[in-house]
Nanobody
Framework: QVQLVESGGGSVQAGGSLRLSCSASGRTLSSYVMAWFRQVPGKEREFVAGISRDGGRTNFADSVKGRFTIARGNANIAVYLEMNSLKPEDTAIYYC?????????????????WGQGTQVTVSS
């Protein structure tokens, strides 16, 4: 069982930056494809960014390309989502997710471990 914990959410003005972190109580995440998703009330959870097990491949939703980056931390015990040039439409609860079953996927149901979510609010 992998228990993911997100941190780093908060409130920021448009154009600002935030860095989200995801860890599993010191457990290595090297065996998992990792991703960030986000959700707003009344809408489906959507893929934001993903990173392969070795960190060599990343993927982003079109809406965040060029503004967000995803990276694995040293010793592979954390995954980070760096969010720049934030827009009000980025406001959502952001979730960290892990899958050990799939080589590469951006489908929420393919991920079997989820964090509790962290709120990101961007004001105009």
């Amino acid at each position: 069982q992998v228990q993911l914990v997100e941190s780093g959410g908060g409130s920021v003005q448009a154009g600002g930056s935030l860095r989200l972190s995801c860890s599993a109580s010191g457990r290595t995440l090297s065996s998992y494809v990792m991703a960030w998703f986000r959700q707003v009330p009344g809408k489906e959870r959507e893929f934001v960014a993903g990173i392969s097990r070795d960190g060599g491949r990343t993927n982003f939703a079109d809406s965040v390309k060029g503004r967000f980056t995803i990276a694995r931390g040293n010793a592979n015990i954390a995954v980070y989502l760096e969010m720049n040039s934030l827009k009000p439409e980025d406001t959502a609860i952001y979730y960290c997710a892990a899958t050990g079953k799939y080589a590469w996927t951006n489908v929420p149901r393919d991920y079997n471990y989820w964090g509790q979510g962290t709120q990101v609010t961007v004001s105009s």
